[in-house]
C-alpha cells in the first residue's frame, strides 16, 4: 500500500491538508495546487479541521495549523521542546536575572509556549499562551529572519524592524529589540532549531531598558543563544 494512501479517502485527504499546513499558512486556491485536492473538497475538509481546532485562520483569513495539534502533542509526551523548556528557561532566568520566554510562530502571531519568570523586582510579564504580534520584538526577528525571501517580503510589511535588521540577526545568531514591542522594555531572542535545521522556536529573555540598557545583546546574547543551541541539540539527540 502506498505509505500516502492509508485506503480511507478523506482521512488521508485531511492529513494532506495538516501536512501542507506545516510549512505554514496558505490559502485555500495555495492548499488546492499544493494537495491536488479539489477546490470544494479542500473547502469542506478544512473547514471541518477547524471546528475542531486542528485548523485556525491567521489575521489574513489563511489557514494555519490550529492549537488542538499541540494539545495533542504535550497530551502524548511527544512534544520534546516544552518537556526540556522548563529547566532550560529557569537556568537562563538564573543566568541572566530577567523573565526568560519561549516563542513558536502560528501565522501572524507568536505564541508563548513557556515561561520563566523573573522571582521579584521590576519585570517582563508575559504568561504562557500569549499571542504577541510578528511585527516587534526579538522573538519576532528570530522566527522571521530564517524564513524564505518570499515570507521575509511578507513579513516585513508594518513591521518595526527592517530587512538589514533580519540580515544582522543572521548573521550573528542572536536578535535584540529596545521598545520595540512595548515602550520601556528590552529583549534579546536565539533560534531553536528542529532535527531539519528549521527554525522552530525562539527562546528570549525580556525586563526594563533601564536594567538591560541599549544593547542588551551585549549582556545576555551569549547565554541566550547557548540555551538556544541547548534546546536544539535536546531535540536532535531524544
Known sequence: MDRKNSGVGVLDKAVAILTTLESGPHTL????????????????????????????????????????????????????????????????????????????????????????????????????????TMLAGSAAQVLLAWEDSERIHRGLTNARFTAAQLAAVRRRGWAQSMGEREAGVASVSAPVRGPNGKVIAAVSISGPIERLGRQPGRLHAAVVAATGARLSEHIANV
Open 29 to 132: 486556491a495555495q492548499l488546492v495546487a499544493a494537495t491536488g485536492i479539489a477546490r470544494p473538497t479542500a473547502h469542506r475538509l478544512a473547514v471541518a479541521l477547524e471546528f475542531h481546532r486542528l485548523v485556525t485562520r491567521d489575521l489574513n483569513g489563511r489557514f494555519v495549523l490550529g492549537p488542538r495539534s499541540g494539545e495533542l502533542a504535550a497530551a502524548a509526551g511527544e512534544d520534546r521542546l516544552l518537556a526540556a523548556a522548563a529547566p532550560a528557561l529557569a537556568a537562563l532566568r538564573d543566568a541572566t536575572g530577567e523573565s526568560a520566554q519561549l516563542y513558536r510562530r502560528q501565522g501572524d502571531l507568536r505564541i508563548c509556549v513557556a515561561v520563566a519568570e523573573r522571582v521579584s523586582g521590576l519585570r517582563d510579564s508575559v504568561p504562557i499562551g500569549s499571542a504577541l
